[in-house]
T-cell receptor, first 118, second 108 residues
């Protein structure tokens, strides 16, 4: 099956610093990628849709200036948490649909990034 | 609106069956089912694209009632490996919205 990687898998940072998370589709191209955030024992909440070659689409309540998304190529999307604070601590997961597909296609998830802000 | 799953949690003995329901307040165009182990990413189980569609995957199957805006996941003869949190995902236009989740624990 298709493989999606995320880096780093775990990051601990001080309050006020910025953290970049990379999401890569390793063996397929993805014009769209999705970023989710998950708090302990909660569901995955969609943060934004990353679109290759255009601006990301953010969900209501998600600050676009705080969570910067860049879809640099057909295999790479990055999420930068700017000026991170303890309340940003969470599990961040990206997904990509198979075969340049859309939301109704199988979504392949990255392994997730555990962010802890001290 | 986030789909609501029921029950919130299920405890089973190995070999028992379970049903997990997913209800949406909005029209459904497709339903996805995923299983997530603690600390890991969700793993795809199946997609149902049409109302009335049923699919099977080993001893795990699902149905999709488009009119009722519901889907159900059926787990038969459960195995220890089935433990985890199950999420339905409903895809409307350009978004995949996950349900509230059902935590399933299977004991020997």
């Amino acid at each position: 099956g298709a493989v999606v990687s995320q880096h780093p898998s775990r990051v601990i940072c001080k309050s006020g610093t910025s953290v970049k998370i990379e999401c890569r589709s390793l063996d397929f191209q993805a014009t769209t990628m999705f970023w989710y955030r998950q708090f302990p024992k909660k569901s995955l909440m969609l943060m934004a849709t990353s679109n290759e070659g255009s601006k990301a689409t953010y969900e209501q309540g998600v600050e676009k200036d705080k969570f910067l998304i860049n879809h640099a190529s057909l295999t790479l999307s990055t999420l930068t948490v700017t000026s991170a604070h303890p309340e940003d601590s969470s599990f961040y997961i990206c997904s990509a649909p198979s075969n340049r597909g859309g939301v109704t296609d199988t979504q392949y998830f990255g392994p997730g990034t555990r962010l802890t802000v001290l | 609106q986030q789909p609501v799953q029921s029950p919130q949690a299920v405890i089973l003995r190995e070999g028992e069956d379970a049903v997990i329901n997913c209800s949406s307040s909005k029209a459904l165009y497709s339903v996805h089912w995923y299983r997530q182990k603690h600390g890991e990413a969700p793993v795809f189980l199946m997609i149902l694209l049409k109302g009335g569609e049923q699919k099977g995957h080993e001893k795990i199957s699902a149905s999709f009632n488009e009119k009722k805006q519901q889907s159900s996941l059926y787990l038969t003869a459960s195995q220890l490996s089935y433990s985890g949190t199950y999420f339905c995902g409903t895809a409307n236009t350009d978004k995949l919205i996950f349900g509230t989740g059902t935590r399933l624990q299977v004991f020997p």
